[in-house]
């Protein structure tokens, strides 16, 4: 059992290590593309993660000591805050083209869709109850429980809007970089949700870390392509289409929230 902990152990370190290069990598290629403004919390959310998981790891050298596990519990709530202002960017950057097009319904469903995700997690009890947890533990399982099923509501909505934005020449490297970012919480869920219940931590996190270092290094890949700068003016078809996307949105919003 030594054993085994200790390979997962270092196979969960030597992923950590390197999920910060890839994300400076990512940061890199964007600069070097000249278009840092064009994700901006995704620039700010890869550079705050980056320097994050590097902290963490300095500090506490492993996930099992006690300030790795509190500073990682007070660190978490400004990456959830980031995970949201990931989809509304997505949002935003994908339907910018749009005149008229009010951005007050996909925000709306946003925050509808993560009230009513919280409002669930919070008030359902814990899968996994031990006599012997401490405090620290049972943090990490209430978070575990919120972060997998917000991931998975993030994943959805991400999910849903790239796939109802209207097929755009220039707005394929932002509909790439979606479901990328849908990937991302889905994987994150996923392993949230298998720690939760009880799969073994270190693989889990090792893991659900080499599914991230694949979607960085997919990320790099679309970033390198090239792709018109410069959105094209829809078709009044296209745009009347959007309006009344909108408006489905805004609706389902207002149901959500009631």
């Known amino acids: 059992m030594d054993l085994e902990h200790g390979i997962g152990a270092a196979l969960e370190q030597i992923a950590s290590l390197a999920t910060p290069l890839l994300q400076l990598s990512i940061v890199a290629v964007l600069w070097r593309r000249r278009s840092l403004s064009l994700l901006p919390f ?31 519990i007070y660190s978490e709530p400004l990456m959830l805050a980031f995970n949201v202002l990931l989809v509304l960017e997505v949002i935003r950057v994908l339907y910018k083209a749009y005149p008229g097009i009010h951005s007050f319904a996909k925000i709306a469903i946003s925050l509808a869709i993560i009230v009513a995700i919280l409002v669930t997690v919070f008030s359902a009890p814990l899968d996994i109850r031990r006599p012997t947890m401490t405090a620290s533990d049972r943090t990490l399982l209430h978070f575990f429980q919120a972060e997998r099923v917000l991931d998975l509501g993030l994943c959805l909505i991400t999910a849903v809007i790239v796939g109802l934005f209207p097929s755009a020449p220039y707005g394929k490297r932002v509909r790439q970089h979606g479901i990328l970012l849908s990937a991302l919480f889905a994987f994150a869920s996923a392993g949230f949700f298998a720690i939760n219940y009880g799969f073994d931590s270190e693989i889990t996190g090792f893991l659900t870390l080499m599914a991230q270092l694949v979607l960085y290094l997919l990320w790099i890949r679309i970033f390198l392509a090239p792709e018109p700068l410069t959105p094209a003016i829809p078709p009044p078809e296209e745009i009347a289409r959007v309006k009344e996307l909108n408006d489905d949105l805004l609706f389902l919003a207002r149901w959500l929230s009631k």
């Open 42 to 72: 995704f620039v700010v959310y890869l550079l705050t993660d980056a320097a994050r998981s590097t902290s963490l790891w300095v500090l506490g050298g492993s996930t099992f000591t006690d300030i790795y596990r509190a500073a990682w």
